[in-house]
């Protein structure tokens, strides 16, 4: 159901809500704001789940929570982007658009704001899947999440010490890890024998059956619960105020949302844009540094077969994964804003290290597709998760880096507990849109 005419304020006898941004995110909260008893409106300039939700590996990270920023990766970094087939990607043509995020990066890693940045993921990571059992259970598709494990290996020997190391770490941190090798992973993983000395597993882990796929039951499920969909990208958020309902104690706040076509007024709106908040924010006295992080995918559908759980690979720092749609492939943090088109080499850096993995990726008869797409990265790896300071009736959920799918489900209940002043079941200070 596509309303492309709505050029008034939108009424119901209940709180009138617009959510900008239909990825994965936006229609979380879009669902949760119904469950409230809120009439909803859902604009996007695409159509729904088609943005970064299209593009992510389909499993739920609850596993990373060291932020992007930290000593281990700042001493890397250099090495990284110099490699042939590193995992890092910065365009010379973006270097100086760049250099103001990447010293805000840099301060990131000191041990202060570190700490503060890995409790923030810990706390909504170890919240996510019950979240999301709860939304998928609501809508009746709780079949599109699986308990299905995860395997990140090693293919050196020499690196035992490096799992070991971690696995401590992770179980610090209340993250659960098994050290496996030998006939035990040769077991879980037979396409891989040979290839691989060692691995942790993580037993709790889940996945989607596939993440558009969840993106359009999401949808769906909106729509049949009376939610409007208005396929026009949003412009401008300009808060106000509606004289006609006001009282002199209380007065009645409103935001007008133009886009390219029309303008409509809500009660309350909240920003799910992802990588394309940034200029929603700006146009209402706010200035936050995130930027577009590209990340790359293959899809291959003939492949589905070679792998029986997620991988990530701890040393080409990549992830491979079995979807409905295929075998996913996905790698690449590259630096470059929304504007450049895909580079090719991404794409073959993606099938030089899933083939040197996956030997039976070398089969020529495999159709491969290739997809680039924008995470919205912020330089703590925090999401904002607020309120505007001046104007309470706009809120914000976005800035999720790698990890929007498996933080959607909990930040929409989050940031609709705070739309209600309820308390929030998580403390949203680390995620507060003026910490920059």
């Not at 119904?34 to 943005?51: A, I, S």
């Not at 840099?106 to 979240?131: C, D, F, H, M, T």
């Not at 088109?341 to 089969?363: A, E, M, V, W, Y």
Request: net charge neutral.
């Amino acid at each position: 159901m596509l309303h492309a005419e709505l050029d008034q304020t939108v009424n119901n006898n209940n709180v009138s809500v617009a959510v900008i941004g239909a990825g994965v995110v936006g229609l979380c909260t879009a669902l949760e704001a119904q469950r409230k008893g809120c009439q909803v409106t859902l604009f996007d300039r695409d159509e729904p789940g088609l943005g970064a939700s299209f593009g992510n590996a389909g499993y739920l990270a609850t596993e990373l929570i060291e932020p992007l920023s930290n000593p281990q990766t700042l001493r890397a970094a250099l090495t990284l982007w110099l490699s042939p087939n590193g995992p890092l990607s910065l365009p010379v043509q973006y270097l100086l658009n760049i250099a103001p995020w990447l010293i805000r990066f840099i301060k990131a890693a000191a041990p202060k704001p570190l700490a503060n940045s890995r409790q923030g993921l810990i706390r909504l990571n170890a919240a996510a899947v019950e979240a999301w059992q709860r939304c998928l259970a609501d809508i009746g598709a709780s079949e599109q999440i699986l308990k299905s494990g995860y395997l990140l290996v090693w293919e050196s020997p020499g690196k035992m010490a490096d799992a070991v190391k971690h696995q401590r770490w992770l179980g610090e941190n209340g993250v659960a890890a098994e050290l496996v090798q030998g006939d035990r992973l040769a077991e879980m993983e037979p396409g891989l024998a040979g290839q691989i000395s060692h691995a942790l597993y993580f037993p709790d882990a889940h996945r989607v059956r596939d993440p558009y796929t969840l993106c359009r039951l999401l949808f769906a499920s909106f729509e049949a619960r009376g939610g409007v969909f208005i396929q026009q990208g949003v412009a401008q958020l300009m808060p106000e105020l509606t004289p006609e309902h006001s009282s002199e104690n209380s007065p009645a706040r409103q935001v007008a949302v133009a886009t390219e076509q029309s303008q409509y007024r809500f009660e309350k709106v909240i920003v799910c844009a992802g990588a394309w908040s940034k200029k929603l924010l700006r146009d209402v006295g706010l200035s936050v540094p995130l930027e577009a992080e590209r990340g790359y995918h293959l899809t291959i559908p003939g492949a589905v077969t070679l792998l029986k759980n997620s991988i990530g690979s701890a040393e080409r720092k990549f992830v491979m994964g079995p979807l409905d749609s295929g075998l996913r492939v996905v790698g690449i943090s590259q630096l470059g804003g929304l504007k450049l088109g895909p580079f090719d080499r991404c794409f073959n850096i993606l099938r030089h290290h899933s083939r040197q993995l996956l030997p039976g990726l070398t089969d020529p008869s495999l159709e491969v597709s290739e997809w680039m797409g924008h995470r919205p990265t912020l330089p703590d790896s925090l999401p904002v998760i607020d309120q505007h300071p001046q104007h309470r009736q706009l809120l914000f959920a976005f800035g999720h880096q790698h990890l929007g799918l498996t933080q959607a489900a909990i930040t929409a209940e989050l940031i609709i507990q705070r739309m209600q002043n309820e308390d929030t079941q998580i403390d949203l200070t680390p995620y507060r849109v003026t910490r920059f």
